[in-house]
Nanobody, 123 residues
Framework: QVQLVESGGGLVQAGGSLRLSCAASGRTFSNYAMGWFRQAPGKQREFVAAVNRSGYMTTYADSVKGRFTISRDNAKNTAYLQMNSLKPEDTAVYYC????????????????WGRGTQVTVSS
């Protein structure tokens, strides 16, 4: 089992920044690819960003490319999502997820999920 706990969400004005953290425990963190997803009210959960086990390979949804950066620190068992130039449409609950494997993954077939952290962007 892998336990994931997100933090860093909050209320921010449009154009502002937030950094989300995802602290992992339970298994060897560096064995898992990590992803960030989000779900806005009344909408389906959607992919945001993913990173491979080493942190050298990343992929992003088109809607956040150039504004968000995913990273990880395997020594700290933590993944991050740096969010800049935030827009009201980024308002959602943000979830981190983990799955074993060598690549980075845009689909939602992750084995472990956190409970989420709320991000609200005011206009």
């Amino acid at each position: 089992q892998v336990q994931l706990v997100e933090s860093g969400g909050g209320l921010v004005q449009a154009g502002g920044s937030l950094r989300l953290s995802c602290a992992a425990s339970g298994r060897t963190f560096s064995n898992y690819a990590m992803g960030w997803f989000r779900q806005a009210p009344g909408k389906q959960r959607e992919f945001v960003a993913a990173v491979n086990r080493s942190g050298y390979m990343t992929t992003y949804a088109d809607s956040v490319k150039g504004r968000f950066t995913i990273s990880r620190d395997n020594a700290k068992n933590t993944a991050y999502l740096q969010m800049n130039s935030l827009k009201p449409e980024d308002t959602a609950v943000y979830y981190c997820a983990a799955r074993p494997g060598p690549g980075y993954y845009r689909d939602s077939d992750y084995d472990y999920w956190g409970r989420g952290t709320q991000v609200t962007v005011s206009s």
